[in-house]
């Protein structure tokens, strides 16, 4: 994924090279790679590995990645360090961060749209309106809102189910249907992977929810215990920590027998229930 990556993100060249160079400081040389992985392995499930599946798994990181460049501004978050380094606003500025995020924004359609992905037009359009909807007002960007104003909202099960399925699973949700899309997976089976994606998505943001409540800023490279510094609504402050791991290990469950059918070749995205569940950062 490092070397489709940095294939894909413009050489630095011209008078716009700075904002070339923190794109490529903000993608590359950090991050688990869960969603494009998920994409890659829900894709290969269904009997697909090629150059135009690498592509899109590409796609969706760049975007991904603008989010989290966001995320860490002041009038956002508000955070210094992300991936064990600076944030981009600190390593050159806001400015820079803003207009970097905003052209992996715009790069993610772009690469999208090259027939490489798929010879068929309209499968590259139902990925460009899929990514739309699920980083939009009606998935992560929502999610986004949701988080920042959600002192204004009663904190109760169904807002932070809301707001996680939101901020968190769309993208995730995404890259599972998406690879399946690609592959030419049947309806029964992006069912099987929208199913095993939620499940696993919301699991992945209460062990975020969790490791920002007891994890270890050097391991996880970005600053812990602001959550609750910031009033924001989580399975932790509704639920507890020891109840909202055994929520997540619940849905852990529920993400595996969605795979059921697939016997062991979906041994590796059953692998990467555990991983979710477990990761320290």
């Known amino acids: ?4 990556l940095g294939e894909l993100l413009p050489k630095p060249a011209g008078p716009q090279s700075e904002a070339m160079e923190a794109m490529r400081y903000a993608v590359l040389g950090g991050g688990k790679r869960l969603r494009p992985f998920l994409l890659v392995e829900c894709a ?25 460049i966001h995320d860490d501004l002041p009038c956002m978050d508000d955070d210094d360090l992300r991936r064990g380094k600076l944030a981009v606003h600190k390593q050159y500025d806001e400015a820079m ?3 970097a995020g905003d052209a992996l924004l715009t790069l993610a359609f772009e ?13 590259r359009l139902k990925l460009m309106a899929g990514l739309a909807h699920a980083g939009g007002i009606h998935g ?19 807002l932070i189910r809301q707001l996680q399925a939101l901020k ?16 030419g997976a049947s309806e029964t089976d992006i069912k099987n992977m929208a199913t095993y994606s939620e499940a696993l998505g919301l699991a992945f943001q209460i062990r975020d929810d969790t490791l920002d409540f007891e994890g270890d800023a050097a391991t996880m490279g970005k600053a812990v215990k602001k959550d609750a510094g910031l009033g924001k609504v989580t399975f932790v402050s509704i639920h507890g920590l020891e109840n909202a791991k055994m929520q997540a290990e619940a849905l852990g469950v529920q993400a595996k027998e969605a795979l059921s059918t697939y016997g062991e070749k979906a041994d590796v995205l059953r692998g990467t229930v555990d991983f979710v569940l477990h990761r320290q950062k």
């Open 97 to 99: 961060a803003v207009l």
């Open 111 to 123: 690469v999208l749209s090259d027939a490489r992905v798929h010879q068929d037009a309209n499968i």
């Open 1 to 4: 994924m490092e070397q489709v």
């Open 168 to 183: 968190t699973s769309a993208l995730i949700k995404y890259a599972a249907v998406s690879g399946g899309q690609l592959a």
């Open 44 to 68: 290969r499930l269904f009997g697909s590995d090629n150059e135009g599946v690498y592509l899109a798994a590409g796609a969706l990181e760049c975007l991904h990645v603008y989010s989290l």
């Open 140 to 158: 992560m960007i929502g999610g986004q809102v949701i988080d920042i104003y959600a002192k204004n909202l009663n904190h109760d099960e169904e």
